[in-house]
C-alpha cells in the first residue's frame, strides 16, 4: 500500500492497491449542504479503508461556505482548501481542482447531495473496463420538468453533432484518468462538454447510470434560462473542437449555402424578367443579392482565417497528447 501521500488509493488492477484517486470537489454557496455531505463523503471512503484527499475549491462564496470548509481541513489532514477571490465558474474550479490534483485517477462530484457519494464505487468498478472517462449518467433525474426537457433536448443536439452517444453530459459525478483530466483547460460553460471535448481528443468515454437525489438544501444555480448559454456556448464548442485549426472548412460551408440560396433567387427571377415580368422593385431581388454578397464575403471570411492560423503555426509547435510512448525515447 502506497504510504504518506494524501490520497485515495484504489483497488483497480489485479485486485491490489496500486493506483490512487483525489476528489475534486467544487463549492460555491453551498453552506447548508456541506456539513452533511462531508459527513457522507467520509463515510463512503472510510468503507474502502484505505488513506484519501479531498480538494475542495470554493468558487468564491459569498456565504459560509469557506469558513466552513476550513474547519473540515483543521479537522483532516487529508482535506485541502483552495478558494477564489470572486465567483470565476465552475469550469476554472475544476480546472484548478485538475492541476492540484495527485494521483492516477481524479474524482469530480458536487457538494450539493444531488450526486451521492455513494455511487462512487459504480465508476470505479466500469474504470476498470480501462476506460479514461466514466460520467455518470442521471437516468431518473429529480429535477424541474422544464429543467430536465432543456437538458434532454441539449444532450441530444450536442451529441448528434459529435457522434458520441451521451446520456447525460453535465452530470457533476466523473471518474478520469489523470491523464484526460489534464488536458483539459476548462472556462465559461465549457465543463458541460467534457465527455465531447475528451472524445474529440481521443480519450475514451463511458457512462453509467448512477442514483439521483432531489436538491435538499439551498438553491440551484442553474435554472431553465441556461439552455440559452448552452447553446452559444454549444456551437463555440463545435467550431473550437473541430476547426480551430480549419476554419475554412465551417466557414466555407456556411458562406457557400448562403451563397447558393442567393444565386437560386436570382436564377428564379432571371427566369422571370426573360419571361416579360418586372423584378426591379421585388423585395426578393434586394435579398438574392444581398445573400451573393454575404455568402462572398462569409467565403473570404474564411479564407483569411485559415491564412492567418497557417501563418501562426509556422512557429507554433503545438504539444501533442500521445497514447503510448516509448521508453526508448529520451
Not at 224 to 245: C, G, Q, W
Request: charged fraction near 25%; include cysteine.
Amino acid at each position: 500500500m502506497l504510504k504518506n501521500i494524501n490520497c485515495l488509493a484504489l483497488a483497480l488492477r489485479n485486485g491490489k492497491i496500486e493506483r490512487m484517486l483525489c476528489i475534486v470537489v467544487p463549492v460555491f454557496n453551498e453552506e447548508e449542504s456541506l456539513g452533511v455531505f462531508y459527513k457522507e463523503l467520509i463515510l463512503q471512503v472510510s468503507k474502502l479503508k484505505v488513506d484519501f484527499e479531498a480538494i475542495f475549491v470554493d468558487d468564491g462564496s459569498t456565504d459560509g461556505s469557506l469558513s466552513i470548509l476550513k474547519k473540515f481541513e483543521e479537522e483532516n489532514k487529508n482535506i485541502r482548501i483552495f478558494s477564489f477571490r470572486k465567483h470565476r465558474g465552475k469550469a476554472e474550479a475544476l480546472t484548478l481542482g485538475f492541476t492540484k490534483a495527485i494521483g492516477e485517477y481524479i474524482l469530480t462530484i458536487d457538494a450539493d447531495l444531488q450526486d451521492r457519494p455513494d455511487q462512487i464505487q459504480k465508476l470505479i468498478s466500469r474504470s476498470k473496463e480501462g476506460w479514461d472517462l466514466v460520467s455518470g449518467w442521471r437516468k431518473n433525474r429529480k429535477d424541474s420538468f422544464a429543467k430536465n426537457i432543456s437538458s434532454k433536448i441539449f444532450n441530444f443536439v450536442s451529441s448528434f453533432f459529435w457522434g458520441l452517444k451521451v446520456n447525460d453530459l453535465n452530470c457533476g459525478l466523473k471518474l478520469y484518468r489523470a491523464e484526460a483530466a489534464r488536458s483539459l483547460n476548462l472556462y465559461g460553460g465549457a465543463h458541460r462538454f467534457i465527455p465531447l471535448i475528451l472524445y474529440q481528443e481521443g480519450f475514451s468515454v463511458a457512462e453509467v447510470p448512477v442514483v439521483h437525489d432531489k436538491r435538499k438544501f439551498g438553491k440551484s444555480k442553474y435554472g431553465f434560462a441556461k439552455v440559452f448559454t448552452e447553446i452559444p456556448d454549444m456551437f463555440t464548442m463545435l467550431f473550437l473542437s473541430r476547426y480551430s485549426k480549419r476554419p475554412l472548412h465551417f466557414f466555407a460551408l456556411v458562406g457557400g449555402l448562403i451563397f447558393l440560396i442567393g444565386v437560386g433567387i436570382l436564377a428564379y427571377l432571371t427566369l422571370l424578367r426573360i419571361e416579360g415580368y418586372s423584378i426591379g422593385r421585388r423585395p426578393l431581388l434586394f435579398l438574392g443579392m444581398l445573400l451573393v454578397i454575404s455568402g462572398l464575403q462569409v467565403l473570404f471570411t474564411g479564407l483569411l482565417a485559415d491564412l492567418f492560423i497557417s501563418k501562426s503555426n509556422e512557429n507554433d509547435n503545438e504539444e501533442i497528447i500521445l497514447k503510448y510512448k516509448s521508453d526508448k525515447d529520451k
